[in-house]
């Protein structure tokens, strides 16, 4: 299984409707990353948190709000979706100052029509 | 300005080439680098960090130079496999990490 699980994976909806893509993992990581990914810019940080009680803004926050439920769970929702939020949007985790690596799940892929 | 600037490419260049990618990051208070691959449509994945003395694993080399903001990847003996994208990340002190947009290698037959 892997470590961090996104879902769905793949999902189509309508402009105006209201989505929430999930994320959990089983790192035991407190720093959970959600990061949007367009063709030619690259990945663009949406939200992050550093632990259940802690919510901050990324480069790209407006449209977007975040839940972190638990340690282990932290939820992107679009409330009325438009077509510019078509991406790949990439949950990530880390294990805490000077560890670098993220760990990433697959990717959700939505496309808003 | 982008956090982190890379040459999009492509790079296409034949198996057994050596191909070197530069990076430049404006936050001259970032604390660590690495280069992450990504290939198409799946996650990113951690290559390798960077350090300031330059580091190596297998044929990848990378180095970072903080005077001048710039970070490398140099490739040798490019194989068929290593053909991805190649994205520089930068960590900041805040524990926030800027991607660039990534540099697209195709290593040819």
């Known amino acids: 299984d892997a470590d961090v699980t996104q879902t769905p994976r793949n999902r189509i909806t309508k402009t105006g409707k209201r989505i929430m893509l999930e994320c959990s993992q089983t790192?035991?990581?407190?720093?959970m990353y959600w990061y949007r990914q367009d063709p030619g810019l690259g990945l663009r940080l949406i939200y992050y948190?550093?632990?259940?009680?802690?919510?901050n803004k990324g480069e790209i926050s407006d449209g977007y709000s975040v839940s972190r439920q638990a340690q282990a769970k932290f939820s992107l929702s679009l409330e009325s979706a438009i077509p510019n939020q078509t991406a790949l949007y990439f949950c990530?985790?880390?294990?805490?100052?000077?560890?670098?690596?993220?760990?990433f799940g697959e990717g959700s892929r939505l496309t808003v029509l | 300005r982008k956090e982190v600037e890379q040459d999009p490419g492509p790079f296409n260049v034949p198996e057994g080439a050596t191909v070197a990618f530069n990076c430049t990051y404006s936050?001259?208070?970032?604390?660590?680098f690495f280069w992450y691959r990504q290939d198409c449509r799946k996650e990113p994945k951690l290559l390798m960090s960077?350090?300031?003395s330059g580091n190596e694993d297998g044929r990848f080399t990378a180095q970072l130079n903080r005077a001048s903001q710039y970070i490398s990847l140099l490739i040798r003996d490019s194989k068929l496999s290593d053909s991805a994208t190649y994205l520089c990340?930068?960590?900041?002190?805040?524990?926030?990490?800027?991607f660039g947009s990534g540099t697209k290698l195709n290593v040819k037959p």
């Open positions: 990530a985790t880390s294990g805490g100052l000077n560890t670098g690596e993220l760990f």
């Open positions: 790192k035991g990581h407190d720093r």
């Open positions: 948190s550093f632990d259940v009680k802690d919510i």
């Open positions: 936050n001259s208070a970032s604390q660590s």
């Open positions: 960077v350090y300031s």
């Open positions: 990340v930068v960590n900041t002190n805040f524990n926030k990490f800027y």
